[in-house]
């Protein structure tokens, strides 16, 4: 890069990326973690189209990573893309703002604390489309800033291609969008006319924009950014106003182009990998598909839970960015909650230092810093996270099944670049400037080690619950069992095992929270023969789904079987005489309600010594949880034989 801090702002995008590399693999999670990972991994093994979007280009990126690093497990490979991608997220940041103020330290410190703030560095350690979306969000920025001076057609092309790449990585890369039109709508520099960039720019974004949500017509799409092209070019009042479009038209072509890899999706289908959600065999599927359509996707308005409750999850989520590891619950903490507020404070002297410095990337880094926070909190218009509300809204107020401070992370990325320059800024008063560049760059890197602890996903027992979980289940299920699983952390771990480590494929996951979906339904009858052709075309609703789904089972002479995870009611709707609690798995008997001693005995065995330490305190429910579940065949062998009945199997395995 060049500019005020020249060329030499080089080593410093090089140091950052390498220092912040280095944090990410010494807490890199060794194998599976919950949730979306298991999933994106086995969807990146076999080619296959993870839930809606698809992400396409991150399925593809990462399966020619993971061919690519073949000497390590495939688990690791993926999860180490996510390091690369944020660890390069932050050295181009670096480059940035060293070019923007004239500092190179300020560019270091900046993107040291952004890149350890927890949510970024979360997904920086686990198989999630997240980082890569953060890094393609910094390249298009970088190309945006660099396209603002005339002859630099090549960096507005470059940008629209970045927008178009965010339609086929995973829409969340759009959010820098307005930023980054902002920096190519001005130039700094008063003495020379403005190129209509920002117009240009916003035209591939929009395009972008609009293939990313699948409501876009391409042939539609085109003739009108087209026509606004030729009509941006009469208005500057050029003698060839239609040549002087061509430059214009190519920014949607750029856009387009750069989203091409939605393709895959449609052409892979008919394939039916083995994750194959939506199946985006033809083109209403792909829009489906691509739009999201699955899912119940709410408006702006009504408001899914109180505009102040929401805004105080996102603070919630504030809370949690800098300081997490001394205290690593959700509520606030008098250890923990100090220091999010002197972090704010930083990034407020960083803000006005900021401003002071460069005031078009300041405007820029501003309108980033709106657009993912209030922007994202108004657009998602999320139900009350799970932590939050309690107590306040009815109990029967809905919630959201996981926390999503993961949509935030732009936001979080903004303040920790504040908060770096902020403490540059505030070093700067020391006289010896040896130790104004010491302070400061300590002042940014102290969330490093004030997040290790709680970021560290090699430690022990939360490197291997999910793996060992998915394990105990698939093998208690007896074999060619049909098993029911109660949803994501059921589900994805499973996927992960059967097709990437190829362990008891005999074995037919069904997640009953996916049965809502037709081409769900259509896929358990094509691929197992599991259901009746008028229950794929209609829905009958879960429990007379699942009936339908357990009695086929029973038909072509298949064990019936659910996760322990599954509830009481859930199992009733399978039909079964009797339970048999076989490890982790509830086991369709004939004889009533019992324990199969024996293998549950020998899981137990098994289990006990890895589950010596229980996990801690953690922002996400689902380790605790597991542990809990992993202890279900101990416990249930512990019960008088007499008791070893309903109440044991409704309670001691399965209570939330």
């Known amino acids: 890069m060049t500019g005020r801090a020249g060329g030499r702002s080089l080593p410093v995008s090089l140091g950052v990326g390498a220092a912040l590399f280095a944090v990410y693999v010494a807490t890199l999670a060794p194998g599976v973690t919950f949730w979306d990972a298991g999933e994106f991994i086995a969807a990146a093994h076999t080619l296959g189209i993870p839930h809606p979007p698809g992400t396409p280009l991150y399925v593809l990126v990462a399966h020619v990573w993971s061919r690519a690093l073949g000497f390590l497990p495939t688990a690791a490979a993926t999860n180490l893309l996510s390091a690369v991608c944020t660890a390069a997220a932050g050295a181009v940041s670096a480059g940035l703002v060293a070019r923007w103020t004239g500092s190179r330290v300020a560019g270091a410190a900046a993107g040291l604390c952004a890149g350890a703030m927890s949510t970024v560095w979360s997904s920086a350690t686990e198989t999630e489309v997240y980082a890569a979306s953060m890094l393609l969000a910094c390249l298009t920025m970088l190309a945006a800033e660099r396209a603002h001076g005339p002859g630099d057609s090549r960096w507005r092309l470059l940008a629209a291609y970045g927008f178009g790449l965010a339609a086929a990585l995973h829409v969340s890369a759009l959010v820098a969008g307005p930023a980054a039109i902002w920096l190519g709508l001005r130039t700094g520099d008063a003495d020379r006319p403005s190129e209509p960039v920002a117009p240009t720019l916003a035209l591939g974004a929009a395009y972008a924009a609009a293939i990313a949500v699948g409501v876009a017509s391409v042939g539609a799409g085109a003739a009108a950014v087209a026509l606004l092209a030729a009509a941006l070019a009469a208005a500057r009042g050029r003698p060839r106003a239609p040549l002087a479009a061509l430059p214009l038209l190519a920014l949607p072509l750029a856009a387009l182009v750069g989203a091409s890899a939605i393709g895959f999706l449609i052409a892979r289908a008919p394939h039916d990998p083995a994750i194959n959600q939506g199946n985006p065999s033809t083109l209403a ?47 606030p903490s008098p250890w923990r909650t100090p220091v999010t507020v002197a972090y704010l404070a930083l990034a407020a002297v960083g803000f ?6 460069d005031r078009r990337s300041w405007e820029a880094l501003t309108i980033l810093e709106a657009s993912a926070s209030v922007g994202v909190l108004a657009y998602l218009n999320f139900k009350a996270g799970p932590s939050i509300g309690w107590g306040i809204l009815p109990d029967s107020a809905p919630h959201e099944p996981r926390e999503r401070d993961y949509f935030f992370a732009l936001a979080f990325w903004c303040w920790g670049l504040w908060a770096g320059m902020g403490g540059v800024a505030l070093a700067a008063r020391l006289r010896s400037r040896r130790r104004a560049v010491t302070a400061g760059l300590a002042a940014a890197a102290l969330p490093v080690a004030l997040n290790w602890r709680a970021m560290d996903r090699r430690r022990s027992p939360d490197a291997e619950l999910p793996r060992e979980f998915a394990q105990a289940l698939i093998q208690s299920a007896p074999e060619r069992a049909v098993l029911f699983v109660a949803g994501d952390n059921d589900s994805y771990p499973l996927w992960y095992l059967q097709q990437v480590e190829g362990l008891r494929r005999d074995v037919t996951t069904i997640t009953m929270p996916l049965l809502g979906a ?31 789904l357990a009695s086929s089972a029973r038909l072509l002479g298949r064990p019936v079987a659910a996760s322990v995870a599954a509830q009481r009611d859930e199992r009733a709707w399978m039909a079964a005489p009797g339970w048999r609690l076989r490890g982790l798995v509830y086991a369709s008997d004939s004889e009533g309600w019992s324990v199969d001693s024996a293998f549950t005995g020998r899981l137990a065995a098994e289990l006990a010594p890895r589950l010596a330490r229980e996990p801690g305190e953690g922002i996400d429910h689902v380790p605790r949880f597991t542990y809990r579940l992993l202890q279900c065949p101990s416990a249930a062998l512990r019960k008088p034989a007499d008791s070893a009945a309903r109440a044991l199997l409704d309670s001691t395995c399965n209570s939330p």
């Open 518 to 548: 037709e081409w769900y339904r259509a896929e358990l009858r094509r691929r197992h023969g599991l259901g009746d052709a008028e229950h794929v075309a209609r829905w009958y609703g879960t429990d007379e789904t699942v009936r339908a």
């Open 352 to 357: 006005a230092w900021h401003r002071r410095r």
């Open 285 to 331: 599927a792909l829009v489906g598909v691509v739009g999201r359509r699955q899912y119940a996707v709410a408006g702006l308005w009504p408001r899914q839970a109180p505009v102040w409750l929401q805004a105080a999850n996102f603070l919630e989520y504030v809370d949690w960015q800098v300081a997490l590891g001394l205290a690593p619950g959700v509520t």
